[in-house]
Nanobody, 115 residues
Framework: QVQLVESGGGLVQPGGSLRLSCVASGIIFSITRMAWYRQAPGKQRELVAT???????NYVDSVKGRFTISRDNAKNTVALQMNSLESEDTAVYYCYARSNYGDYWGQGTQVTVSS
């Protein structure tokens, strides 16, 4: 089992920044990939950014150049630095981990971009 706990969401004005963090616990040595997803009201959950065990990173086109995913294996954390936030970034953001034992999700953290 892997447990994921997110933090760092909140309300920010357009153009502002937020940093999301996700702490993993449990059978963390089995994690091969971590990612951030988001789900806006009335929309399907979408992949925002992913980072593999080897450090390979991918982003959805809409956040390229604005968001940065990073992973600290020593602290068992994955972070998402979000800059130049837009109203379209408003969503619940979920931390995800794929391990040799299955797929795991955090509880989600709300990000609201509004003036």
């Amino acid at each position: 089992q892997v447990q994921l706990v997110e933090s760092g969401g909140g309300l920010v004005q357009p153009g502002g920044s937020l940093r999301l963090s996700c702490v993993a616990s449990g059978i963390i040595f089995s994690i091969t990939r971590m990612a951030w997803y988001r789900q806006a009201p009335g929309k399907q959950r979408e992949l925002v950014a992913t980072i593999t065990e080897g450090g390979r990173i991918n982003y959805v086109d809409s956040v390229k150049g604005r968001f940065t995913i990073s992973r600290d294996n020593a602290k068992n954390t994955v972070a998402l630095q979000m800059n130049s936030l837009e109203s379209e970034d408003t969503a619940v953001y979920y931390c995800y981990a794929r391990s040799n034992y299955g797929d795991y999700w955090g509880q989600g953290t709300q990000v609201t971009v509004s003036s």
